[in-house]
T-cell receptor, first 114, second 118 residues
Framework: AQSVTQPDIHITVSEGASLELRCNYSYGATPYLFWYVQSPGQGLQLLLKYFSGDTLVQGIKGFEAEFKRSQSSFNLRKPSVHWSDAAEYFCAGGGSSNTGKLIFGQGTTLQVKP | GAGVSQTPSNKVTEKGKYVELRCDPISGHTALYWYRQSLGQGPEFLIYFQGTGAADDSGLPNDRFFAVRPEGSVSTLKIQRTERGDSAVYLC????????????????FGQGTRLTVV
């Protein structure tokens, strides 16, 4: 079955430290993958997306993610975290079957220490 | 407006009542999606419209849930005989073309409707 897993429910990092949020997917074919961020009371904002081509994708707010087929992963990274990055982060994926359905991970809550 | 608009932003209803949730997608977007997000969880797919038709309704939990998009723009999610377990944030999203249609596109989400069944 298709699935997206975020192994870390909660992560705390110090401001200025690097960040990596993990995402693993299970799809038969090449998936399309997204990372969204959700602040309290806000809607989901797209950080970046992968459809095909270059496996390292750049997004907004200094985020990047790397698609690794061999590891079925699409981890989100940022070299230096800012206090404003504290939020809930969701990885989501879909297949090529044109259902339009996105499967979301459970989310990772990021806390940033001053 | 420029983004996906959902109304109302909050809805409190009594158990057993009927509710309608509205979604105005971004103008020109052919694809529209409904998701449900429970507290502490990721959004869960409900239904996907391509134009006026439901291309995938496999996420609707039971026959109390129904959605329409009669003119290929605004969509309404309808819930009959509401139950306390239906309490959640209902999210709507739209994209220029369907996400699985082979193009590089993205889904834009609305702020959601928080439904509380008491």
């Amino acid at each position: 079955a298709q699935s997206v897993t975020q192994p870390d429910i909660h992560i705390t990092v110090s401001e200025g430290a690097s960040l990596e949020l993990r995402c693993n997917y299970s799809y038969g074919a090449t998936p399309y993958l997204f990372w969204y961020v959700q602040s309290p009371g806000q809607g989901l904002q797209l950080l970046l997306k992968y459809f095909s081509g270059d496996t390292l994708v750049q997004g907004i707010k200094g985020f990047e993610a790397e698609f690794k087929r061999s590891q079925s992963s699409f981890n989100l990274r940022k070299p230096s975290v800012h206090w404003s990055d504290a939020a809930e982060y969701f990885c989501a994926g879909g297949g090529s079957s044109n259902t339009g359905k996105l499967i979301f991970g459970q989310g990772t809550t990021l806390q940033v220490k001053p | 407006g420029a983004g996906v608009s959902q109304t109302p932003s909050n809805k409190v209803t009594e158990k057993g009542k009927y509710v309608e949730l509205r979604c105005d997608p971004i103008s020109g977007h052919t694809a529209l999606y409904w998701y449900r997000q429970s507290l502490g969880q990721g959004p869960e797919f409900l239904i996907y419209f391509q134009g006026t038709g439901a291309a995938d309704d496999s996420g609707l939990p039971n026959d109390r849930f129904f959605a329409v998009r009669p003119e290929g723009s605004v969509s309404t999610l309808k819930i009959q005989r509401t139950e306390r377990g239906d309490s959640a944030v209902y999210l709507c999203a739209s994209s220029l073309i369907g996400l699985g249609a082979g193009g590089n596109t993205e889904a834009f989400f609305g702020q959601g409707t928080r439904l509380t069944v008491v």
